[in-house]
């Protein structure tokens, strides 16, 4: 079983995916967290980001721990743990600029598919392009959408007063904008489910999805 979950900053995907795979029983992999684990190598390394060639030549040779149990997903670079150090502002700050290089997203979605059908019992993935490029044959494939409004009250939410929402509220719309140009997550493609998370709670969201799964038994 893989469920393929996109969707813009802040519409809920992590939680709602995580939901979703620990009351399926499966695996869960945060691609987006991929992206900041390798952003955060790039800054600790000191590398200029906008050196396309000497970002993507960092990230082939870092090497990125994952750990796909969604009580408790976590992250290492090169062995040292970066679970909470990707979260940081600055990291937020500055993905975008990495993800958008096209020989990082090539390296980091060779990765991702690999994880994808190792994967045992099923997962739960989500990004950016999941639907569309990582995961295309899904056995469930979603858009999550949400509100510019309510996606930047979420992302706040999270950080908890480590930027203020001025600072929030570019970081959402700017990675979305950003992002934009090499993965397309603000329309469904064609087979994709919309699921439009501003008016529900997170529940809902997961009970939605889980319906879904099981009409696909």
Request: hydrophobic share 45%; glycine share 8%; proline share 3%.
């Amino acid at each position: 079983m893989v469920i393929a979950i996109d969707g813009p900053s802040g519409s809920g995907k992590s939680s709602t995916s995580r939901g979703v795979a620990e009351r399926l029983g499966l695996q869960y992999l945060d691609t987006g967290a991929m992206y900041r684990a390798v952003t955060w190598a790039v800054q600790q390394a000191g590398v200029d980001r906008t050196d396309s060639a000497a970002v993507a030549e960092l990230v082939r040779r870092t090497e990125l721990g994952i750990t796909l149990d969604p009580s408790g997903p976590a992250f290492s670079v090169d062995g040292t743990d970066v679970t909470t150090a990707i979260r940081a502002p600055e990291v937020s700050a500055a993905v975008s600029a990495v993800a958008t290089n096209l020989e990082v997203r090539a390296e980091l979605i060779a990765r991702q598919r690999q994880i994808i059908a190792d994967a045992r019992p099923g997962i739960v993935a989500e990004g950016r392009d999941i639907t569309t490029v990582v995961a295309p044959d899904a056995d469930l494939r979603l858009l999550l959408v949400a509100d510019p409004e309510a996606r930047v009250g979420r992302r706040e939410a999270e950080l908890a007063g480590k930027a203020d929402r001025a600072a929030v509220t570019d970081q959402v719309l700017r990675r979305d904008r950003d992002d934009s140009t090499v993965a397309v997550f603000t329309e469904a493609a064609e087979g994709v489910t919309v699921i439009d998370s501003t008016h529900l709670t997170l529940e809902q969201v997961i009970d939605t999805i889980c319906g879904m799964v099981k009409e696909l038994a």
